[in-house]
């Protein structure tokens, strides 16, 4: 196999500056490794694992730029079909198999790309324990680039919008009381849910993370995932800029149609203390 390094150095250079039921509590992350420098490969080999133009996703030929996620840019992974996943950058063993479609909503998977070696990408996957993740030959995936990242501080109970690096949005939010607090990591948007009642207890719309409680195993018949999700019902009660839910971040329902409007599965959300 030929070295991506061209590729991934010609890939940035664009990109160099700067359950449909009430989803689960959090889990705090364990340590996650640093990914390793990104190697490279021609633009032209790049450019033909680049997804179609999407209004919310930004497709450039990449130049020079690591392929871990910073706050300025990321990678997305798109699965197009069923898409075998190994222990390491290599195809030995036996293979796990990820499906281009969620189980839970049909809608399509993208997976933050946390490293890249040669022809393979690590990415992180919206399973338990926190921080899983595996690699996939990037050969069998669509790349794209997302300049889009959230940001969640638990202590100043505030969602953070970057575009580019630059705060766009700020919006006050109900995060994980003690008990059930809220899990730091990294993670991304896993899943996109429309919620059948706009008025119900988790708004319009739900944002499933890839993070999962570390206290609850289920919660609302689902598998303990953490969202951000909208208010309303019940869940008005609790004022934004509380610590009261059971790990889910709350925001207001004008604030969650923004993220919904403009994010797609695989872009990073960071959760800090």
């Given amino acids: 196999?030929?070295?991506?390094?061209?590729?991934?150095?010609?890939?940035?250079?664009t990109t160099a500056a700067a359950p449909a039921s009430a989803p689960?509590?959090?889990?705090?992350?364990?340590?996650?490794?640093?990914?390793a420098a990104a190697p490279t490969r021609s633009a032209a080999w790049i450019a033909r694992l680049v997804a179609p133009t999407s209004a919310r996703v930004e497709h450039k030929?990449?130049?020079?730029?690591?392929?871990?996620?910073?706050?300025?840019?990321a990678w997305i992974a798109r699965l197009v079909a069923d898409t075998p996943a190994w222990s390491g950058p290599r195809a030995e063993g036996s293979p796990r198999m990820l499906a281009p479609l969620s189980p839970a909503t049909g809608g399509p998977v993208g997976l933050l790309v946390l490293e890249v070696r040669d022809d393979w990408l690590r990415v992180l996957l919206p399973e338990r324990p926190n921080g899983r993740s595996?690699?996939?030959?990037?050969?069998?995936?669509?790349?794209?680039?997302?300049?889009?990242?959230?940001e969640v501080d638990r202590s100043a109970r505030l969602v953070r919008v970057l575009r580019g690096g630059r705060t766009v949005r700020r919006f006050r939010a109900v995060v994980g009381a003690p008990g059930t607090p809220t899990p730091v990591g990294r993670f991304a948007v896993?899943?996109?849910?429309?919620?059948?009642?706009?008025?119900?207890?988790?708004?319009?719309?739900?944002?499933?993370?890839?993070?999962?409680?570390?206290?609850?195993?289920?919660?609302?018949?689902?598998?303990?995932?953490?969202?951000i999700h909208g208010r309303g019902g019940a869940s008005l009660a609790d004022p934004l800029g509380s610590a009261r839910s059971h790990g889910c971040v709350r925001v207001s329902n004008a604030a969650v149609r923004f993220l919904?409007?403009?994010l797609v599965p695989g872009v990073p959300v960071a959760v800090i203390s």
Avoid: C, Q
């Avoid at 689960?24 to 990914?35: D, T």
């Avoid at 030929?61 to 840019?73: D, F, H, I, N, V």
């Avoid at 706009?198 to 995932?225: I, K, M, N, Q």
């Fill in 1 to 13: 196999m030929r070295a991506l390094a061209a590729t991934w150095a010609a890939i940035a250079a």
């Fill in 24 to 35: 689960a509590e959090p889990k705090a992350p364990g340590p996650l490794s640093s990914a």
């Fill in 61 to 73: 030929a990449p130049g020079p730029l690591s392929s871990a996620p910073t706050r300025g840019a």
């Fill in 134 to 150: 595996a690699w996939v030959n990037a050969r069998r995936v669509r790349l794209s680039r997302t300049r889009w990242r959230v």
């Fill in 190 to 227: 896993a899943e996109f849910a429309r919620e059948p009642d706009p008025d119900g207890f988790l708004g319009p719309y739900a944002l499933h993370l890839t993070a999962h409680s570390e206290v609850l195993d289920d919660y609302g018949g689902g598998p303990g995932r953490v969202a």
């Fill in 260 to 262: 919904a409007r403009r």
